[in-house]
């Protein structure tokens, strides 16, 4: 069984613990907080269940936690420099710094459920600029074509590192910005207190 997932009170506190931490020098890697979309995030898991499938990106402090990973491992593994990678196999969380790196991932263990016809959904958590990128559209595109399930959960700050989204690829609204572009993707706009990296006084990337 997992934990109690957390609401929105407990969620911003543990960021605020991690981000204390890394100001103070106790964490000696990057970190990527959360910070503005915690009713957005608690809706969507709302329909994850304990057996599906979570893929994220370097920010997914809020998704192990909202899949039943203790808070004290899920911390203990940030403070020992693993922030940005989170894995925890046991509660089928993924992570990777690298970008893009979970969507042919995820899109292939969606098609290996369905191949093997199994009821588990897969869930992958991408940054708007993520969701503009070519990786990106082949996987949805793979997903819709085949009718896999995953869903593909995009979460704009419009921001990547310090460009905006919208500006760098001369766009008035993302590909996915539309309810109706996908019936694939679920799409929501938060805006947060942390730069891009870091917690806005030790480093900033």
């Known amino acids: 069984m997992t934990e109690p997932r957390l609401d929105s009170q407990e969620l911003r506190e543990f960021e605020t613990q991690v981000a204390e931490a890394f100001n103070h020098g106790r964490i000696r890697a990057p970190v990527h907080l959360y910070d503005g979309n915690e009713d957005q995030i608690l809706k969507v898991f709302q329909n994850v269940n304990e057996d599906d499938w979570i893929f994220c990106s370097w920010r997914s402090h809020y998704q192990c936690l909202l899949k039943g990973v203790p808070r004290d491992l899920v911390f203990a593994e940030i403070l020992a420099g693993n922030s940005i990678s989170l894995t925890f196999p046991k509660y089928r969380v993924y992570s990777s710094a690298i970008v893009g790196g979970v969507l042919p991932i995820a899109t292939g263990v969606a098609l290996g459920l369905k191949k093997q016809g199994k009821s588990e959904h ?3 958590f991408v940054g708007d600029m993520t969701s503009e990128t070519g990786i990106a559209h082949e996987s949805i595109k793979y997903a819709e074509t085949f009718d896999l399930p995953i869903t593909f959960v995009v979460e704009d700050n419009n921001h ?14 993302l590909t996915y910005e539309l309810a109706n572009e996908s019936s694939k993707v679920i799409y929501y706009s938060y805006s947060s207190r942390y730069p891009h990296a870091g917690a806005g006084q030790r480093i900033n990337f």
């Open 122 to 124: 897969v869930w992958c």
């Open 160 to 173: 990547s590192v310090v460009t905006n989204t919208r500006e760098t690829w001369g766009l008035r609204t």
